[in-house]
């Protein structure tokens, strides 16, 4: 049995991969000491693939032989494997890995170059959201998001042009935020988090999309624990990409790509 393992800031993603097939899980990073008892108690004799922040705390704890990898270049063969069973054929792309921040890649020529990070990511969703409606389960939040508008929030360009036709579309931000200065009586917890959701997606999509244009890449492609079942933010993604002529994907399981990658790197 091969486990590979992902051990964040905030999640640990595991993929048990066995001939049978694949078993893909996630747990709090905090519960990692009940993890490595279970997987201990589990799979005494597997080979662990662990990458990570907080690799080292369970290279030093299993009880398996264990082989600790690089996060990027694991994160990268798994995405690779991960788009080729999709059947999505691209060569050069720009991947943002959407976890508790942001790390922001370029792929080509069959390996990935780290072009930065960015401090917007899924600790800000969860972390904003509990200062603004106090909620900090993900789910919950995701519930939320969906149910509100953030048109009550966010200035949006139709606001500012009115009537008139405005250069870009109209549902464009113009600033995060803004239009509760105009009137917060009618604002709902939905609605800040939406506020949130959006605020989160558009910082990390603009990045992608600016980096991709300055190297002439047109493939943005994103993963992410963030984006799970996230359909706020899938359709703000999605939304920028087709304005602006670039193909997004956001990839089914791509949350898992360093568990998995960590194993066949």
């Known amino acids: 049995m091969n486990i590979g393992i992902d051990a964040g800031g905030t999640l640990t993603k595991i993929v048990l991969d066995a001939p049978s097939g694949r078993v893909f899980y996630k747990r709090n990073s905090s519960e990692y000491t009940e993890l490595i008892k279970e997987l201990n108690t589990d799979y005494p004799d597997a080979n662990y693939f662990v990458t990570g922040g907080k690799s080292s705390l369970f290279a030093s704890q299993l009880s398996g032989k264990v082989k600790t990898l690089e996060e990027f270049d694991a994160t990268f063969a ?60 993900f789910d919950t939040l995701v519930r939320l998001s969906a149910e509100g508008n953030r048109d009550h929030v966010d200035l949006k360009v139709k606001h500012i042009y009115g009537d008139e036709e405005p250069p870009i579309p109209g549902d464009f931000t113009a600033s995060n935020f803004a239009y509760v200065l105009n009137d917060p009586s009618n604002i709902t917890a939905a609605d800040k988090v939406q506020a949130v959701a959006g605020l989160v997606a ?43 002529s670039a193909n997004t994907y956001i990839v089914e399981q791509g949350e898992f790509s360093g568990a998995l990658g960590a194993i066949y790197v």
């Open 78 to 137: 798994g995405l690779k494997r991960i788009l080729k069973e999709a059947n999505i054929d691209i060569d050069r792309f720009v991947y943002l890995n959407v976890g508790t921040g942001t790390s922001i890649h370029v792929a080509e020529n069959d390996a990935q170059t780290r072009i930065g990070g960015s401090g917007v990511g899924g600790g800000t969703f969860i972390g904003l959201s509990q200062l603004l409606v106090g909620e900090s389960d």
């Open 202 to 244: 558009e910082t990390v999509m603009t990045i992608g999309l600016t980096i991709g244009a300055a190297r002439d890449i047109k493939n943005i492609v994103l993963i992410g624990s963030t984006l799970t079942n996230n359909d706020v933010m899938h359709e703000i993604i999605h939304r920028y990409g087709q304005m602006l």
